[in-house]
């Protein structure tokens, strides 16, 4: 009884129709077509996980060979050594202990508040991802929204509705859906799901909560978009989104592998196609036609009010974005490099407190070889420093012997 009143108030057609429109008047036969029904996104669970054991196969067999050809390498960092009080306080406190616990853990462990500190460094630093892991995790990404835009575009470019955003109502809500478009919704639904899983393990980036936020947005778009039907709309959203992110990714890949000339290029490529894509196309295009053309056809009711918001939210974020983007331009033109990805490529916690890598203490990250050859030139040089000084000495007391005489 308790699922009988859930789905009878779950799917009232006041939320889900426009006005006047009942569900037995969408009700499509064998040969008009597939209607979306909710039971078709059941398979996006399962394909999430498997688009999470794929990436496993992938990185190990795909990415991490490809790192290794393009030249990526991992900074050595110097292992926090085993001390059960300290790593205890780590894990359930606090990453960076304040003064007076510096005292208290000294205390305890026997230890100079030097040394307390110096633990603390080494161990934050031990937990940061390698160059690998992030170059791994891009190139996975890289993969998927190349194939994800390729497609997508394939199956869009001959539908009337690509050209005329008019065509995306007209005959709503009783408009069949292609196999094309309903596995390029599924497909996408599962990937994202896949990245709202993984997001605990993932590279922890400077905007982190806008990309959770992005995730469970997108899901909810995507999965009230398909149910609704708009899925004309929700192909038009998803090929503007994937159409910059695989630029991104590439650049990122480039970075990890210090290619900076080729990085350049492909962030200039990027913020230009995402600017225009986000700020413009998306807004005056998308955006618009589901906030005013699509009341040419309908009168609005609660699941416009529902997608639009949802849309707004994405804009929300894209403008976000756009300024951390406009801010790497800025330094790119005027300090004549891009130092770092300000949308998402400085690793850092969840509340953004750690903006650069920790600085060992002198000669932590040297091995022994290193420290002996650099006391070795030291010394050489001093060695000669006192010889050209003899000298020096010598032929100023021959020059003045003469005269003495």
């Known amino acids: 009884m308790m699922e009988a009143l859930l789905n009878e ?16 008047d969408i009700e499509m036969k064998e040969d008009e077509g597939r209607f979306p029904l909710p039971r078709d996104l059941i398979y996006t669970l399962p394909l999430a996980f498997a688009f999470i054991a794929l990436r496993y196969v992938f990185e190990r ?7 290794r050809i393009l030249g990526v390498k991992d900074r050595i960092r110097v ?15 606090s990453r960076q202990p304040s003064q007076s616990e510096v005292v208290s853990l000294g205390k305890q462990c026997g230890l100079s508040q030097r040394k307390i500190h110096t633990w603390f460094r080494h161990r934050r630093n031990q937990d940061r991802p390698s160059n690998t892991k992030k170059f791994c995790e891009a190139s996975w990404r890289f993969v998927f929204y190349v194939v994800a835009f390729t497609a997508g575009l394939g199956s869009l470019i001959n ?27 599924v497909l996408e639904m599962s990937f994202y799901l896949s990245l709202l899983l993984c997001v605990s393990v993932d590279v922890k980036r400077k905007d982190f909560k806008e990309q959770v ?5 997108t899901l909810f778009l995507i999965g009230f978009s398909y149910c609704g039907n708009y899925v004309r709309v929700g192909t ?26 080729t990085c350049d290029s492909l962030f200039i490529v990027f913020a230009l196609v995402f600017l225009v894509t986000r700020l413009v196309v998306f807004p005056g295009r998308v955006v618009h036609t589901t906030l005013v053309v699509s009341l040419e056809f309908f009168q609005p009711f609660l699941g416009y009010y529902f997608f639009n918001a949802l849309l707004l939210v994405l804009q929300a974020l894209h403008v976000f974005w756009a300024y951390l983007i406009l801010r790497m331009v800025y330094k790119f033109v005027f300090l004549g490099k891009v130092e770092r990805d300000e949308r998402s490529d400085e690793e850092s916690n969840v509340d953004e407190e ?22 070795n030139s ?28």
Not at 14 to 23: K, N, T, V, Y
Not at 171 to 180: D, F, I, L, T
Not at 236 to 261: N, P, Q
């Open 79 to 93: 292992r926090a050594p085993s001390i059960p009080k300290l790593e205890a306080f780590y894990k359930q406190n």
């Open 61 to 67: 067999l795909v990415a991490l060979p490809l790192s």
């Open 354 to 375: 750690e903006e650069e890598e920790e600085p060992e203490d002198e000669g932590d990250e040297c091995s022994w070889e290193q420290r002996k050859g650099a006391i």
């Open 236 to 261: 038009l959203v998803m090929l503007v989104h994937d159409s910059s992110d695989f630029l991104l990714e590439s650049a990122k890949m480039f970075h990890y592998a210090v290619w900076t000339r």
């Open 378 to 405: 030291k010394l050489a040089s001093l060695a000669n420093n006192c010889v050209l000084n003899n000298l020096t000495n010598q032929r100023n007391i021959s020059s003045r012997l003469p005269k003495a005489r």
């Open 9 to 24: 108030w779950l799917w009232q057609e006041e939320f889900w129709l426009p006005p006047g429109i009942r569900w037995r």
């Open 213 to 217: 936020i992005h995730h469970i947005a």
């Open 159 to 185: 539908t009337p509705w690509f050209w005329d955003h008019r065509e995306c109502w007209r005959g709503y809500p009783k408009q069949p859906v292609s196999e094309a478009h309903y596995w390029y919704y």
